[in-house]
């Protein structure tokens, strides 16, 4: 209900941030399998794009992105992304940064901004007002809503409609992942050919 609020939307924020702290320490497998690991993008930021596509109801058609180094797998990526709404904004995802966990959202409209369960609207005259609930405070699996998710699974295959978060939006997501690390790859200057700054792309057909 806070989203109409913000009036027009020019720019969005999210971050997935999981790395070592002293009560935990960084598991070298942490993310995919002991015989393959796979970066903190696709491993974590996953999250962070599903967010993008659900809170905006648009999916991710373009990205640019970057890396600080040519670790493999990628430890730190940072996406510029489009939705085909129109909406830029930036994601990036870490799981080698110390400090503890952090799901941070933030976004922009020409009325207002929301920064994480705090959300400053022009027609409060700029007080910040409080977001019912408490943002992600885990990154532990059993934070995570499956109860609420499998009701609202099994409620819509009972109604025969759409889920919140459809097979599509999620195979979405985890191209938007993958493209994401790739593309990153090529910010690095390696010695394959980069693909063009603007190039959009799409995931129609594929």
Request: charged share 20%; with cysteine; net charge neutral.
């Amino acid at each position: 209900r806070y989203l109409p609020r913000l009036g027009e939307l020019t720019h969005f924020e999210i971050d997935y941030w999981h790395g070592p702290t002293c009560e935990r320490e960084h598991r070298a497998h942490e993310y995919g399998t002991r015989a393959c690991e796979i970066g903190a993008m696709l491993g974590g930021g996953c999250y962070a794009v599903d967010m993008a596509q659900f809170l905006f109801e648009s999916p991710i058609v373009q990205v640019q992105a970057m890396t600080p180094n040519a670790r493999r797998p990628q430890r730190t990526t940072l996406a510029i992304v489009r939705c085909e709404n129109g909406l830029t904004g930036k994601i990036s995802a870490t799981d080698e940064a110390f400090g503890r966990y952090a799901f941070n959202i933030r976004i922009l409209g020409r009325q207002g901004r929301i920064d994480g369960n705090r959300a400053e609207l022009s027609q409060s005259r700029g007080d910040d007002l409080m977001i019912p609930g408490e943002p992600p405070a885990s990154g532990a699996v059993s934070c995570h809503p499956f109860g609420p998710m499998i009701a609202e699974f099994v409620s819509c295959v009972r109604r025969g409609v759409e889920t919140s978060c459809s097979l599509a939006a999620a195979a979405n997501t985890h191209k938007v992942c993958f493209k994401t690390e790739e593309k990153a790859r090529f910010s690095l200057g390696g010695t394959m050919t980069a693909p063009p700054v603007d190039e959009p792309w799409a995931f129609t057909g594929d």
